[in-house]
């Protein structure tokens, strides 16, 4: 099954416990992009529209693309009172819309699920001239060299997920990639921000946060009941409360 689709699978839960962005990080974007009413907005994954409202209350004309079915209907629900607000349930790839149309294309954690060939051409024809490109990505991390119970959670996920790869909580390798390839599709005018953030989880809340993402609800029964059950444990043993770090990156460009 296409992984993408895992996250279909349990809508509420994913709505409840993915997190959220930063106001800083929509303020940035509303003032590179210069997005208001009268200017049309395309959102590729909207999944349970964590990104989307600050968005729609700009009044622009905001069209969602949504993969699952359940999450697109969901979605559709959820910001029913926008009349500025669409959503289309189909994939970025085989979406239609006019070329030089759209003043902004975004996506929220969603944007590296789409085949890189495809999806930096396919957005810069549909933006108009100078229309922008705004991806962030929330990315979080749960260790920290001087606390027991992260150090011990990262040793559980090393028994149940040895090949997993590991976390850099500020990896440049991977912002400097995308700030090359972004440059390299002919974008201009690339700036790029960090923010962080901290959440605090009793362990029952960290375990639901965990089914949320794609690579923990596809992991084999066993692993993943054994994996979770260690990890409860853990977070139990520390006053049953676990501190995660987000750090969110972003990168904005022109056409």
């Known amino acids: 099954m296409d992984k993408r689709l895992t996250f279909n699978e349990d809508v509420e839960n994913y709505d409840k416990w993915r997190p959220t962005y930063c106001e800083e990080l929509f303020e940035d974007i509303m003032a590179y992009s210069q997005i208001g009413q009268g200017k049309k907005a395309l959102e590729i994954g909207i999944g349970t ?13 905001l069209t969602a693309i949504e993969l699952g079915k359940d999450l697109a209907a969901y979605s559709k629900l959820k910001f029913q009172e926008y009349k500025n607000f669409t959503v289309c349930n189909t994939a970025f790839e085989e979406f239609e819309y006019p070329d030089d149309s759209v003043d902004l294309v975004y996506s929220a954690t969603a944007f590296h699920w789409i085949p890189e060939a495809t999806s930096y051409p396919k957005v810069s024809k549909l933006l108009k001239t100078n229309g922008t490109l705004a991806l962030f990505w929330n990315r979080p991390f749960v260790a920290r060299e001087n606390d027991e119970l992260h150090q011990n959670i990262q040793s559980i996920y090393q028994k149940y997920r040895p090949a997993n790869t590991k976390i850099i909580e500020n990896d440049t390798e991977r912002y400097n990639y995308i700030l090359k390839t972004i440059q390299g599709y002919g974008f201009r005018n690339v700036v790029f921000k960090l923010y ?7 362990s029952a809340d960290y375990i639901a946060l965990l089914n949320s993402y794609s690579d923990h609800r596809s992991m084999p029964s066993a692993a993943k009941e054994g994996l979770e059950a260690e990890i409860k444990e853990a977070i139990m043993n520390f006053g049953d409360v676990l501190s995660v770090y987000d750090t969110i ?3 904005l460009a022109r056409k």
């Open 49 to 61: 529209g964590q990104a989307t409202r600050p968005f729609l209350n700009t009044g622009c004309e």
């Open 196 to 202: 962080h953030l901290t959440r605090r989880f009793p």
């Open 249 to 251: 990156d972003l990168y």
